[in-house]
């Protein structure tokens, strides 16, 4: 396995799209599509972005899927389908409920003011896996795996100096396994 290590391979955060704890769903969307336009040559597009509080701290992260769940008629983050399924309701009736959805859900004219109303708050995924700036790729494989997440903030003497992604650490690998 490669000798570069975490440092080598993450995001830093002032790269990194940050939008405020109040910000909309759109504005966030718009943020995000202005860094796919700054991010560093040969890096992956960003698929997500940082939400920030007042102090400038992490709290969350808005990714691909949170920007479809705001489009999502009903959509409440403390109503996941995962506690139907616990409570035994069945597939077909979980495929019903989101048929059913499908009927009230939105046209594409709707979306934008369904975007601009929807807090970030109110889909983003609160984020607190981390890794040490200096572990190695096989530490931040196994991380990866284990929490089953896109990203990992990476941490230098207990603050967040960045975000490896998933999609860079694949990148790395494939590198080195072509050079073999």
Request: net charge negative; aromatic share 6%.
């Amino acid at each position: 396995m490669s000798a570069k290590n975490i440092r080598d391979l993450m995001v830093t955060i002032d790269m990194y799209p940050q939008v405020g704890k109040n910000a909309s769903v759109y504005e966030a969307m718009m943020v995000l599509e202005k860094y796919q336009e700054s991010r560093p040559p040969g890096r992956q597009k960003y698929r997500a972005v940082l939400v920030v509080d007042e102090a400038g701290k992490i709290i969350g992260k808005i990714g691909q899927l949170a920007f479809l769940k705001a489009f999502e008629p009903g959509y409440r983050p403390e109503g996941k389908f995962e506690e139907l399924e616990i409570a035994g309701v069945s597939d077909d009736n979980i495929s019903t409920m989101m048929d059913s959805m499908r009927l009230v859900m939105p046209d594409f004219a709707d979306l934008k003011p369904r975007a601009k109303a929807t807090p970030v708050t109110s889909v983003m995924r609160t984020v607190t896996e981390g890794i040490d700036i200096d572990s190695g790729m096989a530490e931040a494989i196994q991380l990866l795996v284990r929490y089953q997440t896109l990203s990992l903030l990476v941490k230098e003497n207990g603050k967040i100096v960045g975000l490896l992604r998933l999609s860079d650490l694949l990148d790395e690998i494939t590198r080195e396994l072509m050079e073999e």
